[in-house]
């Protein structure tokens, strides 16, 4: 019986709501310009920001989703999905080192003491998510990696999918909060430690995904 008729909703909106805040967590340009607004202009200017990320990164998932279900017939095959999942695993742990070397204090920018609109902040930060199609291949390894399309699960998948999206809306919500708390002690340094230390955990589930996946075991 192949694999992808083994399939919990449970299950997938676990993987969705794990996707959502791995896409979500890393400070790229979007993270740090939330970081910015929670601290200059308040937490829920930052939160609508990270919410515009979240629906932009719902977009490119369903893209890269759609995109994948024209060839899980190859995929459906225990021993492709072997070597599909393992892929998966070495992508996302390069993400990881990337997310780990990577300086987001550059995206900092002098920031406006003008609030503007909800949907402004929001908007703004759709579109610095949608300028970075790039996000397509973490969502590929993700998506491979967790094996999340089952394209003859139309229900599932959905279900999946707005699990993904309620685990961004997720993470950016417990960021923005976070940083409200402590931001008389949050600074540049606070920024750096927070990606390293995403950097970390990514590449600590990918190794310990690899190694699973090797021994013929599912860890999730």
Known sequence: MMWIQHVDAIDLMFKGVIIGVVASAPMGPVGVLTVQRTLNKGRWYGFVTGLGAALSDIIYALLTGFGMSFVMELVEKPRTMYFVQLAGAVMLFFFGLSTYKSNPTRAIHPSSNRRGTYFHNALTGFLVTLSNPLIVLLFVALFARFAF?????????????????????????????????????????????????????????????FYFTLRGKSLY
């Open 149 to 209: 399309i089952v394209p003859s699960h139309p229900v599932e998948q959905t279900m999946g999918y707005l699990a993904l999206l309620f685990g961004a809306v997720g993470w950016w919500y417990a960021l923005t909060y976070s940083i409200n708390k402590v931001r008389n002690r949050f600074d540049i340094r606070g920024i750096v430690w927070l990606n390293r230390t995403i950097g970390i955990v990514v590449m600590a589930v990918s190794l310990i995904g």
